[in-house]
């Protein structure tokens, strides 16, 4: 059975820091792209960003580049994605999702198996 499982989301000031982790189960990781997305209530869910199978190389949206990184360590089954210079606007619930699709997308159609999601709340 795969399993995606996200932790770490909570409630952070404006500019500060979060580290998701999404731990993976049920499949070979090295074989996986893993993706990293967030949806507000009444809006579709957005890709910001995915680490490939390949090379591991990470890709992201405009929206979170620079301020965004991804990271995975397969041995652990494992990926991470850390945030800072958060802003109110990154408010959202945020899920990693899989694929051995595309390298390089994130296009919720271009993936299989999805974790719960995790909350990120950024206000002072």
């Known amino acids: 059975q795969v399993q995606l499982v996200e932790s770490g989301g909570g409630l952070v000031q404006p500019g500060g820091s979060l580290r998701l982790s999404c731990a993976v189960s049920?499949?070979?990781?090295?074989?996986?792209?893993i993706g990293w997305f967030r949806q507000v209530p009444g809006k579709m869910r957005e890709g910001i960003g995915c680490?490939?199978?390949?090379?591991?190389?990470?890709y992201y949206a405009d929206i979170v580049k620079g301020r965004f990184t991804i990271s995975r360590d397969n041995a652990k089954k494992t990926v991470w994605l850390q945030m800072n210079d958060l802003k109110p606007e990154d408010t959202a619930v945020y899920y990693c999702?899989?694929?051995?699709?595309?390298?390089?997308?994130?296009?919720?159609?271009?993936?299989?198996?999805w974790g719960q999601g995790t909350q990120v709340t950024v206000s002072s």
């Open positions: 680490i490939s199978s390949g090379d591991g190389s990470a």
């Open positions: 999702a899989g694929t051995v699709g595309p390298d390089s997308t994130w296009f919720v159609d271009d993936y299989d198996y």
């Open positions: 049920g499949l070979n990781l090295d074989h996986y792209t």
